[in-house]
């Protein structure tokens, strides 16, 4: 890296530990400190080694998560019911086991969502390099490792050499400034901010997310920050580590221990922009101005207020965008200046690497509890590992959501995108607590209108789009 009289971010002082050799063309070789695979794009990727007749550089710092086919019913089989599911785990299982690479497989504690279990279990740290062949790998930016999604063909590079070539990103700051209000949350931050700067806003960009909303955040608010970075159009996305990522990773059981974690410790502590960063660019929200957040179109900066109407394509700055907004509104059948608040809904999801952790089904259940979903809607709940689940239960959180008639699952991606392997019957207009809202994601025809648990459980319990804030919580 070229080296400017300006002071560092945390990007480059993460990126410059990893540094094996430069390139040229600021092109430079890093080292990778995890792998991460799943078994949907994971066969493919071990095949391609095998064919090339490439081991594991370091099958030990490569994990392998069941995650995508699975079948989330509570009567959970072998069966993942999504077609050609049972190729994609038996595949995994035999490459995984011929290459000496660990899995969490079904019925192991630790299985669960690739982006919800990996930092759950220290098996990613702060300052790290992470890699997986799944998009939302910026999610563990949240706990500041630098963490990015890659195709098959860099992951057989990285499996076989544990090192990748990448080019030097545009650094990106975005400030969320001011305390969140009751009933805002992370979700609606990102939400926020790709309404407000499109979903091109950082391009390419390592990010790193800053400012009094972001600090006051515990870790798996920082992860549903992260997870969304992708959906901005950036590179990656991450927090940088402080008191509140360290005692979070303490103990957990990937996590060094001893001297080592004091050895840790302070290099964590030494991972922070300084004043006078060198940023490529600079955005900020004021975090304590914002409401709710809703999506009313078809990718996640068609976003508005929980309490705005929905737009007018013919206010549109360009023919371009009148065009895609247009095409928005006729597939989720909506039409501009009406309320977006109180439109029905026939299906409420919870779940995904974006907000299915143990303080997004606490925020779900304060919303549910004594109170009844909607007649006619159906509402399921999937946690995102089967140690959140356990702990969710340990808490009577279950209770609350079946009492409340959402389906209790076990964990797994489900609804996040439809595989063919969970659908939600005849409900075409949906609230959920994904990251993706475009034509067909949950579904052949579905409409998905994306929020944070608390909206989604407060529209449940409505059985339209509810404003959470004036629905009082247990």
């Given at each position: ?22 390139l ?14 799943h078994?949907?794009?994971g ?17 030990e710092?490569?994990f ?16 993942p ?23 969490f497989?079904?019925?192991d504690?630790?299985?669960g ?43 057989e ?7 990748l ?7 990106m ?35 790193e997310?800053?400012?009094?909303a972001v ?37 957990r ?74 095409r928005a ?22 779940g995904?690497?974006?907000?299915s952790?143990l ?25 995102g ?38 659908d ?33 459980a ?17």
């Open positions: 890296m070229t080296m400017t009289p300006h002071g560092r971010t945390v990007i480059d002082r993460i990126w410059d530990a990893h540094v094996v050799t430069e040229g063309g600021e092109r430079t070789l890093l080292h990778i400190d995890r792998i991460l695979l078994e949907r794009t066969p493919a990727l071990l095949a391609g080694l095998a064919a090339a007749g490439r081991e594991p550089a370091h099958p710092l490569v392998g998560m069941m995650d995508h086919t699975v079948d989330t019913r509570p009567t959970r089989s072998e069966d019911r999504a077609p050609s599911g049972s190729v994609f785990i038996d595949s995994f299982r035999q490459r995984t086991a011929a290459a000496g690479i660990r899995v497989d079904l019925g504690p630790r299985q969502i690739v982006h919800v279990v990996s930092p759950e279990q220290g098996i990613v740290l702060p300052g790290s390099t992470v890699v997986c062949p799944d998009s939302h790998t910026c999610t563990l930016g949240g706990i500041g490792a630098l963490a990015w999604g890659i195709g098959s063909t860099e992951g590079h990285a499996v076989a050499t544990q090192t070539v990448r080019p030097w990103p545009r650094r700051q975005v400030r969320f400034d001011g305390r969140l209000s009751a009933g805002v949350s992370a979700k609606d931050l990102v939400l926020a901010l790709i309404a407000r700067f499109g979903v091109n806003g950082g391009q390419g960009c390592a990010i997310f800053a400012g009094e600090q006051a955040m515990p870790v798996e608010a920082r992860l549903t920050l992260c997870n969304m970075a992708v959906e901005f159009g950036a590179w990656t996305g991450l927090v940088a580590p402080d008191d509140t990522t360290i005692e979070w990773i303490a103990g059981p990937f996590a060094p221990g001893g001297t080592l974690w004091d050895r840790a410790v302070a290099h964590w502590r030494s991972l922070v922009s300084d004043p006078d960063a060198d940023w490529c660019e600079m955005l900020s929200l004021d975090a304590g101005a914002l409401a709710p957040q809703v999506t009313w179109g078809t990718n996640p900066g068609q976003t508005v207020a929980i309490d705005q109407p929905v737009p007018d394509p013919a206010a549109a700055p360009d023919g371009q965008r009148r065009a895609a907004m247009e509104l006729a597939y989720m059948d909506l039409r501009p200046g009406t309320p977006l608040a109180g439109t029905p809904i026939e299906a409420a999801f919870i995904s690497c974006t907000n952790r303080p997004d089904l606490r925020e779900a259940a304060a919303v549910l509890r004594g109170r009844r979903v909607a007649e006619g809607v159906r509402a399921i709940v999937v946690p590992s089967t140690a959140v689940r356990a702990a969710a239960e340990a808490e009577g959180l279950d209770h609350v959501f079946t009492a409340a008639g959402f389906e209790w699952r076990k964990s797994g991606c489900s609804l996040c995108f439809f595989s063919g392997a969970d939600f019957g005849g409900a075409r207009r949906v609230i959920s607590t994904t990251n993706r809202n475009f034509e067909g994601r949950q579904g052949p025809g579905v409409r998905t209108h994306l929020a944070s648990p608390a909206t989604v407060a529209s449940a319990v409505a059985g339209r789009i509810a404003d959470v804030r004036h629905t009082p919580r247990s």
